[in-house]
């Protein structure tokens, strides 16, 4: 009996491990227990794309595409939401733009995120950034067709232009050999001159200049006249308009294979025997798999406070101010502290007004900031940093927008400017009411907490 207990007691901890180990590396696969910021991006046309695709940023793989909101009327946009990893979360700024591209012509498609401006912010977690849309082919053909048929009416009136050049450079040939000729007849007062010895040399030397002008005309009208046999010989004008001709079959060859597509995807997309349409179907699936994804967190949660995963979970830092509210931070015992180190700055220290009316630090903010950082030594690298920000002005909505904003703004700077660790430094809008027993009980600005480790 003993030895049964034990057999089972080695299976039992076995299929544990086994377990274990499975969620480890499907986790590790799909980066599961890497640190990941959601941002979002509207389109009119996906063009292809769907869950699950890559997303790069300045031509990284950075994340895949995990959510794909479905439009309810055709005015509406799609809003993709983006999964990318934190490490190149620094790259996604605020005038980043998002675009669909493929590999190749018929490659896969993914989304591609342009780094922004070094002056822009970094783009805060759920933010929607600016979207442009893809190019499509027919466009292209359309645009070329039109170029083909500017050229081609070009050549045309080109070719007309000249004709009219020549016939007007024969008719002054003409004119100027019958002057010559009245003139050596002796016909008209110019003939009578000519009788004068004198005068006649000098309108001899005048008509040779006449002459070996016109020879100069007759070379050149000879030139034109090539030029415009050579054209014709190559039947230029000709060829421009089969070529046009084949250009509009390909164009009409392909509106056909367009339509025969659009009828396929209406067929595909109707309802079926029971009345369902594919949209719907759709649309019961992304309900299905959103409550999945819920389900799976809510495990992932329960797992890392559960008595064998809690402290593996708890070195990797999977324990943020992002589950806690500003009523419960100012009830814990770990941030407020009477005997902990804290900076107190006034809004107006920090902060100056910004281009479209928002906030941003100043020049003398920093130089505040650094000092303050500065006076902790090298150990406060090594402990957790809260950003508490706070703000009285406006409503309740507008007090919690503010200080969430000055907040953000010490961390982005504090994160570019140290060599502080992301999960280290968090942010904690609390409006205008401090934590009690700090000797504060209303503020303005934002406060720096270095917290010991728990």
């Not at 599961?32 to 991006?41: D, E, G, I, K, T």
């Not at 300045?58 to 509406?76: F, K, L, R």
């Not at 009830?331 to 005997?339: E, I, M």
């Not at 950003?387 to 703004?409: C, H, K, M, T, V």
Request: aromatic fraction near 6%; include cysteine; proline fraction near 5%.
């Amino acid at each position: 009996m003993p030895g049964r207990y034990l057999a089972v007691g080695i299976f039992i901890v076995a299929g544990l491990s086994l377990f274990v180990l499975g969620i480890f590396l499907v986790g590790n696969r799909h980066e599961a227990f890497s640190q990941h910021v959601l941002l979002y991006s509207d389109f009119t046309d996906l063009d292809g794309l769907t869950k699950g695709s890559k997303v790069r940023v300045a031509g990284m793989d950075a994340g895949q595409v995990t959510q794909i909101h479905v439009p309810d009327s055709p005015t509406s946009r799609f809003r993709v939401q983006m999964r990318i990893n934190e490490q190149l979360h620094g790259l996604v700024r605020t005038d980043s733009i998002v675009t669909i591209d493929t590999e190749g012509v018929v490659g896969e498609t993914f989304l591609s995120i342009h780094s922004g401006s070094p002056g822009s912010p970094i783009a805060p977690p759920d933010s929607i950034l600016q979207s442009k849309p893809p190019i499509a082919i027919s466009d292209l053909m359309t645009h070329g067709l039109g170029v083909m048929d500017d050229a081609d009416a070009t050549l045309k009136l080109l070719g007309g232009k000249l004709n009219t050049s020549l016939d007007g450079v024969n008719v002054a040939v003409q004119n100027a050999n019958d002057v010559l000729v009245g003139l050596k007849e002796g016909k008209g007062p110019a003939g009578m001159l000519l009788r004068d010895e004198k005068m006649a040399d000098q309108i001899r030397d005048t008509m040779t200049n006449v002459q070996s002008t016109t020879s100069s005309l007759k070379q050149a009208a000879s030139r034109m006249n090539g030029i415009v046999k050579d054209i014709q010989e190559r039947q230029l004008p000709e060829k421009i308009d089969g070529t046009m001709t084949q250009v509009r079959a390909a164009s009409t060859e392909a509106n056909s294979t367009m339509q025969l597509v659009h009828q396929s995807l209406n067929q595909a997309l109707g309802p079926d025997i029971d009345g369902v349409t594919a949209a719907q179907n759709i649309s019961e699936t992304l309900t299905n798999v959103n409550a999945a994804t819920g389900n799976m967190a809510e495990d992932t949660e329960a797992i890392k406070h559960n008595f064998f995963f809690k402290g593996f979970f708890s070195r990797r830092g999977y324990y943020s101010l992002s589950s806690i509210s500003p009523g419960q931070y100012r009830r814990n015992k770990l941030f407020v502290n009477a005997n902990g180190r804290r900076s107190w700055f006034t809004s107006d220290a920090l902060f100056q007004p910004g281009v479209h009316g928002t906030e941003e630090l100043s020049a003398g903010g920093r130089q505040t900031i650094d000092a303050a950082i500065a006076s902790y030594g090298d150990a406060v690298f090594q402990h957790p940093i809260i950003i508490e920000g706070y703000s009285d002005a406006g409503g309740p909505a507008d007090q919690l927008a503010r200080s969430y904003n000055r907040a953000f703004l010490v961390r982005t700077y504090l994160e570019a400017r140290f060599p502080f660790v992301a999960k280290n430094v968090g942010v904690m809008p609390l409006s205008s009411t401090p934590p009690p027993g700090l000797n504060h009980d209303h503020w303005s600005g934002v406060c720096i907490s270095v917290t010991e480790k728990k």
